[in-house]
């Protein structure tokens, strides 16, 4: 079973600043793909960010970025030049297939940005 | 309009009854979910489909049935609804089950 650990439940930033949450996964696959979600108020789960992990090219995507490190099972989400459109809920999850089709969700971490 | 729809938004009930939840999505997606979210939890898969008339259990199956007879609806019915099924509930589509899933805007249960 897979597992994925998010282990800031809140965080916040300064507007303009930089911030980095944290996640940590547990797989037996090789073959996987990490994901970082993000849930604004509206609630709506949009995704911010996905890496396969047999490219070991951090993903980006405009301010959003990731450190994906393999051995360490560890694939962190920085966001640069801080919104307030950027305050939020950030999930970080996994796939692995292996025939379970389970997208395994962290419990999230709550990012406030002070204007 | 195109994209993933759920219906009702917000639904209250009482403990015994039966209540179903609807899901649509317009783009054909082969893949469609069920979660719940919970304080605490974050997501938790409910159940899944591969394709029509192909559904699979996830982490937290017990007291709901799902069915997918057209590839666009996947509805999910609580048989008998229970105070610890108050909670959200997300319906997620994707063309395969490693890409991005494509979540509606959550239904609110509450169980009384």
């Known amino acids: 079973a897979q597992t994925v650990t998010q282990s800031q439940p809140e965080m916040s930033v300064q507007e303009a600043e930089t911030v980095t949450l944290s996640c940590t996964y547990d797989t037996s696959e090789s073959d996987y793909y990490l994901f970082w979600y993000k849930q604004p108020p509206s609630r709506q789960m949009i995704l911010v960010i996905r890496q396969e992990a047999y490219k070991q090219q951090n993903a980006t995507e405009n301010r959003f970025s990731v450190n994906f490190q393999k051995a360490a099972k560890s694939f962190s989400l920085k966001i640069s030049d801080s919104q307030l459109g950027d305050a939020a809920m950030y999930f970080c999850a996994s796939y692995s297939g292996a025939g379970s089709y389970q997208l395994t969700f962290g419990k999230g971490t709550k990012l406030s940005v002070i204007p | 309009d195109a994209g993933i729809t759920q219906s009702p938004r917000y639904k209250i009930t009482e403990t015994g009854r039966q209540v179903t939840l609807m899901c649509h999505q317009t783009w054909s997606h082969s893949y469609m979910f069920w979660y719940r979210q919970d304080l605490g939890h974050g997501l938790r898969l409910i159940y899944y489909s591969a394709a029509a008339d192909i559904t699979d259990k996830g982490e937290v199956p017990d007291g709901y049935v799902v069915s997918r007879s057209k590839t666009e609806n996947f509805p999910l019915t609580l048989e008998s609804a229970t105070r610890s099924q108050t909670s959200v509930y997300f319906c997620?589509?994707?063309?395969?089950?490693?890409?991005?899933?494509?979540f509606g805007p959550g239904t609110r249960l509450t169980v009384l």
């Open positions: 997620a589509s994707s063309v395969t089950a490693y890409n991005e899933q494509f």
